[in-house]
């Protein structure tokens, strides 16, 4: 190494000190409600489900997707949970696992529970089960050797099993099942009568060798499955009666417009694929409504993506929220809540905020709790403090994250940064910065994505045709859950003001969507590590500092000390993106623009439908994407594959990055298809000679 060369550059010596960008407390929603960690030392592997058993308040059980029951004592300080169950289960690829748990409400007396999952029998590959176990031990554990199957029934795809099972207050057992699976319900299964797909079943577990059918179940021709009690279920994601009344209360997860919850009776027909949510799916069937039953709360994909059925509150500790049914949607995290005592239900709310909310649990006391899909956790929903936040920030130039007096400008406190592949965003110029509080560093997940401490505020705003139209802060909560909150610039360019929901406006010759905050959070997930953009491989650039100096990122952020544990490896021997325009290869841009646009939402756990799993470093053959058929049904393109080598024009990848409204990709907040991109993933397709 030559001397003369000097060390490499920084651009900054110091840690700017940040004392007046900070994180003030939530807009005020119309749920005085929060979520509260419970069992802080216990962590579990992909839970979907959180019960007791009757007469046993002292423990809860939790349901892995992987196949184990975990069981643990209901006390804060509990360190260890044990195994209640283990089973060998169908994980993957697809929604499949152990996918649901339901206590005999005689379990006090004989010991029995039953389960539901997927195993890999049956000419499909997948099956769902639904057995019973008994307890040898005085309801300690499960004996997997006791298993007597109840019920079987093969999957002709391999998402939406459903999986949900329950005991109403009928002593029956009902079972919730998908439509099957695929996009578009290509088998009419929820209309079908002659199959129990895409239904809500009863059965009494009590009768017969496996069981018997309710004389009162609706269904009794000679075309007709008996075991029906409801059907036009598409994907039924959590179902519960409520304690007080009996309602059959659930979530039916829709295809690319509604979410849905409905409450379920007997001989009911609740419209899939007729209709999804109370809206025309299939115009080929004429949209018939009558007899169809409409949802009782609905919200469209701007808001959410997918529906996480809950609960009617009916505890004692929060008496505001009695008779209210809480439910979530499990790619914002937002928990919703709708008082249903009245003579009529009346409209949904905001109540609080989660993260990958898989479900709701309910004690025998009827308190409420979230499960958290990917950090693994349980939370309790408590009441609030009672106190108003009306003094949120309305204006930019009051955030303190910008000049009072100047608000195109930053504060002195803020950090600026850039990404080495960005994010389309419609054509809009791009400015980023970040902001931390003193004395706090950030650390780095397995994925070299940044770990933000609580109290941090990432800031970006945007430009079409040089003018500022946007900022967009997203801020770390006290509760360490993230918020989005859009400011709009007004046309002087002296000032932003505050949105509360979406906005659609034409700029120039384009349209504009300044995103919900419930947008934000859909686009930046509890799997993706919630900051977008920020991670080793984008931040491994050169960028020029506000010093005049230009220095690789990775490096000047480790000499100013901001990561927890400082870099090690010099940013030269790291891995790095690669934008469109670069010199690098075919592959590697490609890849790196479907890390950048596509792997926030297509990662495992990360919300995109399907197994396709689009991260940089992901090898070839493990894209889950080549030859691969989709799962949410092929847009009317006869052989559509996700990726077919060499044929762009068979390929859903190319035919959604290039279309707008539905089943575009992405899917929010862009009206205009990336030239670029679509160009530079067209061209890796049409040179693939076949999948790896």
């Known amino acids: ?62 349901v892995e997707r992987g196949g184990a029951v975990m069981k643990f004592a209901n006390n804060d300080a509990v360190e260890v949970a044990t195994a209640f169950i283990r089973l060998n289960v169908n994980a993957g690829p697809g929604e499949a696992g152990l996918l649901g748990m339901a206590f005999h409400p005689n379990w006090q007396q ?48 391999d998402n939406h099993n459903g999986g949900g099972i329950a005991f109403g207050p009928d002593g029956f057992l009902y079972i919730g099942l998908g439509d099957g699976g695929s996009g578009g319900d290509p088998l009419n299964a929820g209309q079908d009568l002659e199959t ?21 179940n609706p269904f009794t021709g000679a075309n007709q499955k008996r075991e029906i009690f409801a059907y036009g279920l598409r994907n039924p994601w959590r179902f519960s009666f409520d304690r007080e009344l009996g309602t059959l209360w659930v979530g039916d997860v829709g295809q690319d417009r509604w979410e849905e919850i409905d409450v379920v009776t007997r001989g009911g027909n609740y419209g899939w694929r007729l209709r999804e949510g109370a809206h025309c799916y299939n115009p080929g069937n004429n949209c018939p409504t009558v007899d169809l039953i409409e949802p009782v709360y609905e919200y469209p994909h701007s808001e959410g993506r997918s529906v ?12 505001a929220l009695y008779g209210t049914y809480v439910y979530a949607d499990f790619e914002t995290g937002i928990i919703y809540g709708g ?80 990404v080495a592949d960005p994010f389309w965003s419609d054509g809009a110029v791009k400015t980023r910065f970040m902001a931390l509080p003193n004395t706090t560093t950030i650390g780095l997940d397995a994925d070299g994505d940044f770990e933000f401490p609580i109290g941090t505020v990432l800031i970006k705003s945007f430009r079409l045709a040089g003018r500022l139209i946007e900022t967009r802060l997203f801020m770390r909560h006290e509760d360490g859950e993230w918020g989005g909150y859009t400011y709009e610039w007004n046309t002087a360019q002296t000032d932003a003001t505050l949105l509360t929901a979406q906005k659609d406006v034409d700029i120039g010759p384009q349209r504009w969507t300044y995103p919900s905050r419930a947008q934000c959070l859909q686009c930046h997930s509890a799997a993706a590590g919630r900051s977008l953009g920020l991670e080793l491989l984008q931040l491994n650039s050169e960028f020029t500092y506000p010093t005049g100096i230009t220095a690789n990122q990775l490096r000047t952020l480790n000499h100013i000390g901001l990561f927890t544990t400082p870099l090690t490896t ?66 009317g393109i006869a052989g559509a594959r996700l990726l077919v080598p060499g044929n762009p024009a068979l390929s859903l990848l190319h035919v959604r990055m290039n279309r707008r409204g539905v089943a575009q990709m992405p899917p929010l907040a862009t009206s205009q298809v990336d030239p670029l991109g679509a160009a530079l993933v067209d061209e890796w397709i049409s040179t693939m000679g076949g999948c790896p």
């Not at 005085?32 to 579990?44: D, G, H, I, K, M």
């Not at 249903?340 to 905001?350: I, L, Q, Y």
């Open 570 to 635: 010099q940013p030269e021997l790291m891995e790095r993106l690669s934008p469109p325009q670069s010199a690098s290869s075919l592959q590697d841009r490609a890849r790196s623009y479907l890390h950048t646009n596509c792997a926030y939402c297509h990662r495992p756990n990360g919300g995109g439908r399907g197994d396709s799993n689009l991260l940089y470093w992901t090898a070839d053959a493990d894209l889950g994407i080549c030859n691969e058929a989709p799962d949410e049904g092929d847009l």
């Open 110 to 157: 004989n010991h029995l529970a039953f389960l539901s999952y997927t195993d890999d029998e049956g000419s499909t590959g997948l099956r769902t089960v639904i057995s019973r176990f008994r307890s040898d031990d005085g309801g300690a554990t499960l004996n997997p050797a006791s298993e007597e199957t109840v019920f079987t029934l093969e999957q002709p795809y």
């Open 1 to 62: 190494m030559s001397s003369s060369q000097g060390p490499p550059a920084i651009g900054l010596q110091t840690r700017p000190s940040n004392t007046t960008c900070v994180v003030p407390a939530r807009p005020l929603t119309n749920g005085n409600v929060r979520l509260e960690r419970v069992f802080p030392a216990l962590s579990f592997d992909q839970p979907i489900f959180l019960l007791q058993a009757p007469g046993t308040p002292g423990f809860f059980f939790v």
């Open 339 to 418: 008082y249903v005592d009245g003579p009529t239900p009346e409209p949904s709310r905001e109540l609080a905020f989660g993260s990958s909310v898989s479900s709701f649990g309910e004690d025998l006391q009827g308190e409420l709790y979230v499960v958290n899909l990917s950090q693994g956790s349980i939370h309790k929903i408590r009441a609030g403090t009672g106190m108003v936040n009306d003094t949120f920030p309305a204006l930019l130039s009051q955030t303190g994250c910008v000049d009072s007096t100047d608000p195109t400008q930053m504060a002195p406190g803020v950090i600026p940064y850039d």
């Open 196 to 216: 129990l797909l895409g239904k809500m079943l009863r059965v009494d577990v009590d009768q017969g060798p496996t069981y018997g059918i309710p004389s009162s």
């Open 308 to 319: 996480t059925g809950g609960y009617v509150y009916r505890g004692s500790q929060i008496p």
